[in-house]
């Protein structure tokens, strides 16, 4: 297996842009999520894109390629939302695992057929792991701010599953992304090391992606980003950055901060801006880029790509504008303080 250490070490990756902004492209309907298979199923489906792993493996497949015409080195498997606790929303726990699988199977034909084209050029599947709809740290009622909609063990054993159905559909590493409540994060981490623990099979490296949720600098449960880094840095994982919630623009101070705490190697893949009155978003993918390349010039950043709103032009673009900018120099932290 090709090892991504190595090729941090040599140069900037490019991590794929958004998966649900190509699947609204397609103007997929209930009957397409559906597909024969489901037909019949009592709740509605459309909308549950990880579905399409199963109904429209197809379509899924053609998105990875289209990202990784683009440059992509890093796909992103289509199982953000795939593991029992956000799959209850159609009923559909039951396919955890295997929506996994099929994600994990999908993503790594398409990556390995790129990467027989081009041996110098090594393309990686990554495991997406995303918050969950129910957290660990927050009430769901305001009225009762010590009730809980989840508890620890059933996060656990959620993303364990996740990442089992993951692993054995042969992704390279595992990326546990989207980050707003850290403790859900820690459960992921947690199945993670449980998973190869019990399975006896050598660690896949680990990639923490958090959500910076505001203008104050901090996560939606009320960490700072230096705190957040902290308490997740006992992972030891190959990389920590940040995705979602912000633009580029917006995002700048918060990547040059962790760059210059962060071990490990950092990333960053920012929406296209931030969403109009009509919830979409309008930045261009030159302007995207431009940002981006800013970060590259900086020396923040060791993998970049796009979060909602991007798309394969977008990638196109930040691909051609980092590719000329040596990665981000894993800097000497102080683990002590000094007598």
Same mark, same amino acid.
């Given at each position: 297996?090709?090892?991504?250490r190595?090729?941090?070490?040599?140069?900037?990756?490019?991590?794929?842009?958004?998966? $649900?902004?190509?699947?609204?492209?397609?103007?997929?309907?209930?009957a397409?999520?559906r597909?024969?298979r489901?037909?019949?199923?009592?709740?509605?489906?459309?909308g549950?894109?990880?579905?399409?792993c199963?109904?429209q493996p197809?379509?899924?497949?053609?998105i990875?390629?289209?990202?990784?015409?683009?440059?992509?080195?890093?796909?992103?498997?289509?199982?953000?939302?795939?593991?029992?606790v956000?799959?209850?929303?159609?009923?559909?726990?039951?396919?955890?695992?295997?929506?996994?699988?099929?994600a994990?199977?999908?993503a790594?034909?398409a990556?390995?057929?790129y990467?027989?084209?081009?041996?110098?050029?090594?393309r990686?599947?990554?495991?997406?792991?995303g918050?969950?709809?129910?957290t660990?740290?927050?009430?769901?009622?305001?009225?009762?701010?010590g009730?809980?909609?989840?508890?620890?063990?059933?996060a656990?054993?959620?993303?364990?599953?996740?990442?089992?159905?993951?692993?054995?559909?042969?992704?390279?590493?595992?990326?546990?992304?989207?980050?707003?409540?850290?403790?859900?994060?820690k459960a992921?981490i947690?199945?993670i090391?449980?998973?190869?623990?019990?399975?006896?099979?050598?660690?896949l490296?680990?990639?923490?992606?958090?959500?910076?949720?505001?203008?104050?600098?901090?996560?939606?449960s009320?960490?700072?980003?230096?705190?957040?880094?902290?308490?997740?840095?006992?992972?030891?994982?190959?990389?920590?950055?940040?995705?979602?919630?912000?633009?580029?623009s917006?995002?700048?101070?918060?990547?040059?901060?962790l760059s210059?705490?962060?071990s490990?190697?950092?990333?960053?893949?920012p929406?296209?801006?931030?969403?109009?009155?009509m $919830?979409?978003?309008?930045?261009?993918?030159?302007?995207?880029?431009?940002?981006?390349?800013?970060?590259?010039?900086e020396?923040?950043?060791?993998?970049v790509?796009?979060?909602?709103g991007?798309?394969?032009?977008?990638?196109?673009?930040i691909?051609?504008?980092?590719?000329?900018?040596?990665?981000?120099?894993?800097?000497?932290?102080?683990?002590?303080?000094?007598?």
């Open positions: 297996m090709n090892d991504i190595k090729e941090l070490t040599r140069r900037i990756l490019i991590i794929d842009g958004a998966m $649900g902004t190509m699947i609204q492209r397609h103007k997929l309907t209930e397409d999520y597909g024969e489901f037909k019949d199923w009592p709740s509605d489906l459309k549950n894109n990880d579905l399409l199963l109904t197809g379509i899924i497949e053609g990875h390629r289209e990202y990784l015409d683009a440059g992509a080195d890093i796909i992103e498997t289509n199982t953000f939302n795939s593991q029992f956000s799959l209850a929303d159609y009923h559909m726990e039951s396919l955890a695992y295997e929506i996994n699988l099929e994990a199977r999908i790594r034909r990556a390995d057929s990467t027989t084209k081009d041996p110098s050029k090594p990686f599947v990554a495991g997406a792991i918050p969950m709809n129910k660990l740290s927050l009430s769901p009622d305001v009225n009762n701010p009730f809980r909609g989840l508890l620890w063990d059933e656990v054993e959620a993303y364990y599953e996740q990442v089992k159905g993951l692993v054995e559909g042969g992704v390279d590493l595992l990326l546990v992304e989207t980050i707003f409540d850290t403790l859900n994060a992921a947690y199945a090391k449980k998973y190869f623990q019990d399975s006896k099979t050598p660690e490296p680990v990639m923490i992606s958090g959500t910076i949720t505001d203008a104050s600098g901090r996560t939606l009320g960490q700072t980003l230096e705190a957040f880094y902290i308490s997740v840095m006992h992972a030891r994982p190959l990389s920590v950055g940040l995705n979602c919630a912000l633009g580029a917006e995002m700048r101070s918060h990547i040059e901060e210059e705490i962060a490990c190697f950092t990333s960053a893949y929406n296209a801006g931030l969403p109009n009155a $919830g979409e978003y309008d930045e261009q993918p030159e302007q995207t880029a431009h940002f981006l390349e800013d970060w590259a010039k020396g923040f950043v060791n993998i790509g796009g979060c909602c991007t798309t394969p032009e977008h990638i196109r673009h691909a051609e504008h980092v590719k000329h900018f040596k990665p981000r120099q894993l800097p000497v932290v102080e683990t002590a303080l000094e007598a």
